[in-house]
Each structure stands twice: as structure tokens, then as C-alpha cells.
């Protein structure tokens, strides 16, 4: 539960925003406003979430974020900032923000001291789950000697934020596994990713070099080798071709014999627009490639590109049921009706590929 309360981005002290009555859009050009880049964001239960870098160092901004100037009327915010301190291991903090009003705000590390116009506003959830109040208390604590009250520390921070979550609803109480999956992973924009399997990461980074695309970044993990590549710097059909290309014959004597290496190519740039590309039943164009593509054989097995219901022009029905489920394709999309902004940068859709692959985030 609170692993997406700690060391969900490395490197990162984060804060976790969740907006309802607020699109996303509006959300993630809130934060910019408040010189905070998200670093992951979604939709999902009615609510838009974003991640972000506490402190903007590049600025020296190190002030906490006031974020009652992006929360209009009609707008509540459920905010938790992670790692307050993480040099002094301090507990996270919780703002809970209605209308550009703090309503409640406090500090795992004490419940009991909470603040803004309503401290009360979520006493009878946390009394209900035992973290205020008589039975608050540890009762080992007077009791043994032997007994250190941190050996419970994370099970208490996960009955705080779960009861939390369910008080407002948060996404799949208290984080579906999928979105902490999307803030755990996301791809840099403006970037091709390309996954292989079956292949170590020494030759794939090397064959990539070879047809002229050598790696910005590379890794090993979960069965993959990944390179990435800068979408400015690179055109992308050709780093889409030789994804393709590796699986093919031409690499079989080289890699060991035919059908051992499969990949998964990702460009985080825009879906092609460009009239000619629209000839296309899959638009796309020298400069706009595929956004998602798997390949085996020397063959596109399955592409299209995402959000905006794009993923109904598609070639091949590999993901068609989770697509379905979700609501993305198929007859059964209220969730475009619900929220006009459902999935319109397809992070959902990038967020199945993933867990349909088990993609690990490029670094």
C-alpha cells in the first residue's frame, strides 16, 4: 500500500496530487503555473492525479506549494507530500483543499495536532480506524519492554492513508495497482523507447549503433533490454524500422536461429497529423511513427496510436481485451461521455501496454 508513498520515483522527494471538478489538462497547466513539472499524471474514478518534485532546484524554489490557487470553486484537492524531509525521515503530510480553502491539514507523524477551517472534517474515519482517540494509543508500549513501536510503523501509515482513500474515493482504494505502476514508469517526452526480449542489452545497444541510432540511455531489467532515443535528434520511422528489423531473419544467424528475440517499440511524441499520413489505416509518417508497436518474425505484429480514441485504428487485436475493458474501444465507452478528457494523452492505454508486456521504466 505505501509503496507509492516511498521510492516510487528514486531520486525524487514527490508530492501526490489528486484533483475532482478539475480536468486534467487544467491540473498539469496548474502545476506548471506553480513552476512544479508533473513527472506522471492520469484520470482515473472520477479523480485526475498528478506527480511531482516537491522543490524545484533548477530555480531554487524550495518553498512549499500553495496549492489553493489552482483549486477553484467547485474544485477539491487531496494532496500528499511523501517525503517532507527525507534527509530526517520525517512521515509524510496530508492538505485536504476545497473550493481554494484549506479545509484539513497534518502530519503522519501526529494525527492528533490537525489544522484549517474544519480539523474535524475526517475525525470520524480516523476514530473509526483507530488512529485517533482512546484506542490510538499502542498498548505494548507500556506493557513490554521489549516492544518498538516502528516494527508497526509502516502497517500504521498504511491504515491512515486507506482510511483516507476510502473516505474520498481515491482510485481503487487506496491506489489502484495500475496507477502506481504509471507514476512508477514514465517515459521522458519526446523519446523512442524500444524493448527487446530474447536479446542482452550489449547487442541490442549495439545493433541499434550500427544502423546509425546509438542509445541515449539503455538498461536490463524484468526480462527486457531497452534503448531509448531523442525523438529531436533522430528520425523516428527509421529507429521503428530496425525494432522491427532485429526480429526478422536478417538477425537470425547472428542472434541464434529464427523467432527468439521479440520487441516493443514506444515514441512519446505526437500521433501523426500530417495529411499524408492520414492515407494511412494507422496514420503515421517519417516524422511521426507508430506510437506503440510489437514486433516478431521481422513483422509489425500489432500498432497504433493512443488517445483521443485513436486506438480504434489499429492493426491487430493483441490487447483487445484489456482495450475493451478499459472502456477505450468497443460499444461500452461511457467513460468518454463521463469525462470528456478520458485517456486524451493515452496514458491509460500506455499504462496496459506496459502491464500487458511487463515493461519496465527505461531510466
Not at 524545484?56 to 474544485?75: A, F, K, L, M, S
Not at 532485429?246 to 544467424?253: H, Q, V
Not at 503515421?284 to 507508430?290: A, D, M, S, W
Request: hydrophobic share 35%; charged share 25%.
Amino acid at each position: 500500500m505505501t509503496s507509492w508513498m516511498h521510492d516510487s520515483f528514486p531520486g525524487h522527494e514527490v508530492n501526490i496530487v489528486f484533483a475532482r471538478g478539475l480536468p486534467l489538462d487544467a491540473l498539469i497547466a496548474g502545476l506548471r503555473e506553480l513552476r512544479r513539472e508533473p513527472l506522471a499524471h492520469g484520470e482515473a474514478g472520477g479523480w485526475a492525479w498528478a506527480v511531482h518534485d516537491m522543490l524545484n532546484d533548477e530555480i531554487e524554489d524550495y518553498d512549499n506549494v500553495d496549492y489553493r490557487h489552482i483549486c477553484p470553486q467547485g474544485t477539491e484537492l487531496v494532496v500528499f507530500e511523501t517525503e517532507p524531509c527525507s534527509a530526517k525521515a520525517h512521515g509524510p503530510n496530508f492538505e485536504y483543499i476545497r473550493d481554494g480553502r484549506l479545509i484539513l491539514r497534518f502530519s503522519f507523524e501526529d494525527v492528533g495536532q490537525r489544522v484549517g477551517e474544519n480539523p474535524d472534517h475526517l475525525s470520524a474515519e480516523l476514530l473509526a480506524a483507530g488512529l485517533i482517540g482512546p484506542d490510538a494509543q499502542c498498548a505494548a508500549a507500556d506493557t513490554d519492554d521489549g516492544h518498538d513501536c516502528f516494527d508497526h510503523h509502516y502497517d500504521d501509515e498504511d491504515r491512515l492513508v486507506r482510511a483516507i482513500a476510502g473516505f474520498f474515493a481515491l482510485p481503487s482504494p487506496p491506489l489502484s495497482r495500475e496507477v502506481v505502476r504509471e507514476v512508477s514508469g514514465p517515459i521522458t517526452p519526446a523519446t523512442f523507447v524500444t524493448y527487446a526480449r530474447g536479446l542482452d542489452l550489449p547487442t541490442l545497444a549495439e545493433v541499434f549503433a550500427e544502423a546509425g541510432y546509438p542509445a541515449r540511455t539503455k538498461g536490463e531489467s524484468a526480462g527486457w533490454s531497452w534503448v531509448t532515443h531523442a525523438a529531436a535528434d533522430l528520425p523516428g520511422q527509421g529507429v521503428a524500422e530496425t525494432a522491427s528489423r532485429i526480429t526478422g531473419f536478417r538477425y537470425e544467424e547472428r542472434f541464434g536461429g529464427p523467432g527468439r528475440v521479440e520487441t516493443v517499440f514506444l515514441a512519446t511524441t505526437p500521433a501523426c497529423e500530417c495529411p499524408h499520413g492520414q492515407n494511412y489505416m494507422v496514420p503515421h509518417c517519417p516524422e511521426h511513427p507508430f506510437q506503440f508497436m510489437h514486433c516478431r518474425g521481422g513483422f509489425e505484429k500489432s500498432y497504433f496510436n493512443v488517445g483521443r480514441r485513436r486506438e480504434s485504428r489499429r492493426h491487430g487485436d493483441l490487447l483487445i481485451r484489456e482495450l475493451l475493458d478499459a472502456g477505450i474501444v468497443g460499444r461500452q465507452t461511457s467513460a468518454y461521455d463521463d469525462d470528456p478528457g478520458f485517456n486524451a494523452d493515452g496514458a491509460v492505454t500506455m499504462r496496459i501496454i506496459k502491464d500487458h508486456f511487463g515493461l519496465p521504466a527505461p531510466s
